[in-house]
C-alpha cells in the first residue's frame, strides 16, 4: 500500500468549494482546507505509486478550480 500526502492550490476563494470534489475523488481517503502555501491537503493511497500518481495527474488537477499540485509520496 503506497501513501502520499498532496497539496493542492486552488484559485482565490476556492478552497472551500473545491473539498467536496476532492473528497469525492476515488483514492482520497481524507482532505482539509488548511492555511499556509497551499489550500487544501489531501491524503490518497493506492496499491502502486503509479496508481497515486495516476489520481492526481487525472483526477486531482482537472478539477475546476485546482491551479497546482505538489505530490509528496511516504517512504515509510
Known amino acids: 500500500m503506497v501513501r502520499a500526502y498532496v497539496m ?3 484559485g482565490a476563494g ?3 468549494a473545491l473539498l467536496d470534489g476532492v473528497l469525492a475523488v ?3 481517503e481524507e482532505a482539509h482546507v488548511v ?3 497551499y489550500d487544501i491537503i489531501a491524503e490518497v493511497t493506492a496499491e502502486e505509486v503509479g496508481d497515486v500518481m495516476s489520481t492526481v495527474a487525472t483526477t486531482i488537477r482537472n478539477i475546476e ?3 497546482d499540485t ?3 509520496v511516504c517512504l515509510a
Open 14 to 16: 476556492d478552497a472551500a
Open 8 to 10: 493542492i492550490d486552488a
Open 65 to 67: 478550480g485546482v491551479t
Open 70 to 72: 505538489r505530490t509528496y
Open 35 to 37: 492555511a499556509g502555501d
Open 26 to 28: 476515488d483514492r482520497v
